[in-house]
């Protein structure tokens, strides 16, 4: 990304740690999510480590296109949504925000299900009532908790993803083998193959992320003393692009290593010993438990819920940004109930409709891992139209993309498109 002109800007202070963990970090925990921890699980077991290298392929990638959202966040004022409505044609506009949607609710019901699941698992007793009290408390969380302190809930909820750290040292990893496959792709020219390389792909560059992380920049202006949108206040621009970027970094390479230590845990036991039929995270730790030990589907379970926690008021809280901006209403987690009430209705009825898709008898297998597919899929218009509004100096005046984001974006756009097309040929 280019740096504005210095005659326009002061020179930028170093970003104090409380700042660095931001948007970036919590957007990236929050991506390893109980239906990304049952797609890594899958990945693992199924194809052992040969489907490594995909999580060292969308680092960079994913780095870049969430910097980018966060960027137009920052630069604007608006969110991504916003942004499309004064600068798209609107039946564009709407697919992507109802697509996105549709797999954001989906994704909620996979999750409070994996949840449920896992604390089942650990504590015994009745799956539904679990599904129910995890959907109530994160609405009433993220309805009436204090944006500020909230956000520090998330932040202290991203220790979850350690547990992670924990099961791959106990589980005898070939080390050898992953180095060799992290950089030399062991490609299956199969549906099956493609198909979990898309769902990894979707999984990890999944649009929601893309519209929370620059919202939460949006919130940061409204929030931050003295912090304004860059077009209105360009002598801020040094600080904050460095801020942006080294949160971001950090936040999408935390992500990847969890994911890669999900895999790598599944790999080496599960797939080791045969078992290639994993299907959802909770599964994945009852299969542990007698392969890999007592503790480590003790730790495997718990991540799941606490991933959970973090996952939850990202999903519904993006679906409601997206849907709050595309309609015109005042969204926002920092604003009362009183003056948003559409937007916490959306993220009340998101996350009710999620939690009753385990009543009805939808499938949470097919749901977890299709609403991956379906995000690899709508992933690549948003990333294109991301890129469009980030080039033009109408969106984001001098501050359009620097050459280095642009190229990351548009490859990682080119990637996606090619695996979702893989994919389908292979059907």
Request: charged fraction near 10%; include cysteine; proline fraction near 4%.
């Given at each position: 990304m280019e740096t504005p002109d210095p005659s326009l800007v002061k020179q930028p202070e170093r970003p104090r740690l409380r700042d660095i963990m931001g948007p970036g970090l919590i957007t990236g925990a929050s991506d390893d999510d109980p239906s990304g921890i049952a797609t890594y699980s899958?990945?693992?077991?199924?194809?052992?480590y040969s489907l490594g290298w995909t999580l060292l392929l969308t680092f960079p990638l994913m780095a870049a296109i969430q910097q980018i959202a966060a960027?137009?966040?920052?630069?604007?004022?608006?969110?991504?949504?916003?942004?499309?409505?004064?600068?798209?044609?609107?039946?564009?506009?709407?697919?992507?925000v109802g697509l996105m949607v549709v797999a954001n609710v989906i994704n909620i019901g996979a999750d409070l299900g994996a949840m449920a699941a896992a604390l089942q698992l650990l504590v015994g007793g009745p799956l539904l009532p679990y599904v129910a009290a995890f959907a109530i408390v994160t609405v009433l969380l993220e309805?009436?908790?204090?944006?500020?302190?909230?956000?520090?809930?998330?932040?202290?909820l991203t220790l979850s993803l350690f547990a992670y750290v924990a099961t791959v040292?106990?589980?005898?990893v070939d080390w050898v083998q992953v180095g060799i496959h992290l950089v030399v792709p062991d490609?299956?020219?199969?549906?099956?193959?493609?198909?979990?390389?898309?769902?990894?792909?979707?999984?990890?560059?999944?649009?929601?992320?893309?519209?929370?992380?620059?919202?939460?920049?949006?919130?940061?202006?409204?929030?931050?003393?003295?912090?304004?949108?860059?077009?209105?206040?360009?002598?801020?621009?040094?600080?904050?692009?460095?801020?942006?970027?080294?949160?971001?970094?950090?936040?999408?390479?935390?992500?990847?290593?969890?994911?890669?230590?999900?895999?790598?845990?599944?790999?080496?036991?599960?797939?080791?010993?045969?078992?290639t039929d994993i299907e959802t995270s909770s599964q994945a730790a009852e299969a542990l438990r007698p392969i890999a030990g007592r503790f480590t589907f003790i730790v495997f379970a718990l991540g799941i819920i606490g991933t959970g926690l973090l996952a939850l008021p990202v999903l519904a809280g993006a679906a409601a940004y997206a849907t709050g901006e595309a309609l015109g209403w005042h969204v926002g987690l920092a604003r009362r109930p009183g003056r948003a009430r559409a937007f916490y209705a959306t993220i009340a009825v998101a996350t009710g409709v999620g939690a009753l898709l385990n009543v009805?008898?939808?499938?949470?297998?097919?749901?977890?891992?299709?609403?991956?597919?379906?995000?690899?899929?709508?992933?690549?218009?948003?990333?294109?139209?991301?890129?469009?509004?980030?080039?033009?100096?109408?969106v984001m005046g001098q501050f359009t993309l620097?050459?280095?984001?642009?190229?990351?974006?548009?490859?990682?756009?080119?990637?996606?498109a090619a695996a979702a097309v893989a994919m389908i040929v292979t059907w």
């Open positions: 899958q990945a693992g077991a199924q194809f052992g960027w137009i966040g920052r630069v604007t004022g608006r969110g991504l949504a916003g942004n499309m409505k004064r600068h798209v044609a609107a039946p564009v506009l709407y697919a992507v309805v009436f908790v204090r944006y500020s302190r909230y956000v520090s809930v998330l932040k202290w040292l106990a589980a005898g490609i299956q020219w199969s549906s099956a193959y493609l198909t979990l390389v898309v769902a990894v792909f979707g999984t990890t560059i999944s649009p929601y992320l893309f519209f929370w992380q620059a919202e939460q920049e949006v919130e940061d202006t409204q929030e931050r003393a003295g912090s304004r949108p860059l077009l209105r206040a360009p002598e801020q621009a040094g600080y904050e692009l460095s801020r942006i970027r080294i949160d971001t970094y950090l936040g999408m390479a935390f992500s990847n290593v969890i994911a890669l230590c999900i895999v790598l845990t599944t790999a080496a036991t599960l797939h080791a010993h045969g078992v009805v008898g939808l499938d949470p297998v097919k749901a977890l891992f299709w609403s991956a597919v379906v995000n690899g899929v709508v992933a690549v218009p948003v990333m294109a139209v991301m890129l469009v509004l980030g080039c033009r100096t109408a620097g050459p280095t984001l642009a190229v990351l974006g548009w490859l990682g756009t080119a990637v996606m």
